[in-house]
């Protein structure tokens, strides 16, 4: 009963590169959210997705980032023309309903933009 | 405006000895949950523990309890016996109605650094 699994776990792009991170939910969720940890800070809510449909992406930056949850497959957090201030760990958390009380979250990513 | 604030960037505490970590909250919903995470230095985030508002008994998972005042606003984290494993950053988060309704966001604070000395 694997949990929710991110990879990579860690990424090293170089600036103006793209930066795609993924995240498979839990068997039986299909709601999943992700969240920005930047250093010595707390996470921070990017976006909230369900299968094929952004739900709020409130806190996501208007532009070079992205995310997507298709109907087959795992949800994709893209990040194009990396800049520094990019790097951070990137979390993404799953739940079986739009509850946040079955939160389980993956590893993270750890993004090191050079 | 901060929603959860968290006043202490790093605490210490003897082995053995118990361990308090504070956390109050801001929201205007009746309804609301509110958790404390662990992160340790491997960086995952680990679910410590869980107290809804309606609740009517403070939470306790094992060694965690959560220390519950809601006309304060407050949802402390009360550690006993604590142990070197214990190190880590902890968070607290409250959940909340996202844009379209239900709870869908959690928002965390900035954490607070723990480290027990043997």
């Known amino acids: 009963n694997a949990g929710v699994m991110q990879n990579p776990r860690h990424l090293v792009r170089r600036r103006g590169q793209e930066a795609r991170l993924r995240c498979s939910p839990m068997?039986?969720?299909?709601?999943v959210y992700w969240y920005r940890q930047l250093p010595e800070e707390g996470l921070k809510f990017m976006v909230y997705l369900q299968k094929e449909n952004i739900i709020d992406e409130s806190g996501m930056p208007k532009e070079r980032f992205s995310a997507e949850f298709p109907k087959e497959g795992p949800s994709i957090l893209r990040i194009q023309q990396v800049v520094r201030g990019d790097s951070a760990a990137y979390f993404c958390a799953s739940s079986p309903t739009g509850a946040a009380d079955g939160y389980t979250f993956g590893s993270g990513t750890r993004l090191t933009v050079v | 405006a901060q929603k959860i604030t968290q006043t202490q960037p790093g605490m210490f505490v003897q082995e053995k000895e118990a361990v308090t970590l504070d956390c109050t909250y801001d929201?205007?919903?009746?309804?609301?949950?509110l958790f404390w995470y662990k992160q340790p230095s491997s960086g995952e985030m680990i679910f410590l523990i869980y107290?809804?508002?309606?609740?009517?008994q403070n939470a306790t998972e094992g060694r965690y309890s959560l220390n519950f005042q809601k006309a304060r606003k407050s949802a402390n984290l009360v550690i006993s016996a604590s142990q070197l494993g214990d190190s880590a950053m902890y968070f607290c988060?409250?959940?909340?109605?996202?844009?379209?309704?239900?709870?869908?966001?959690?928002?965390f604070g900035i954490g607070t650094k723990l480290q027990v000395i043997p």
């Open positions: 107290q809804g508002s309606y609740d009517q």
């Open positions: 988060a409250m959940r909340e109605r996202g844009r379209s309704g239900g709870y869908q966001k959690v928002t």
């Open positions: 068997k039986g969720h299909s709601h």
């Open positions: 929201t205007s919903d009746p309804s609301y949950g």
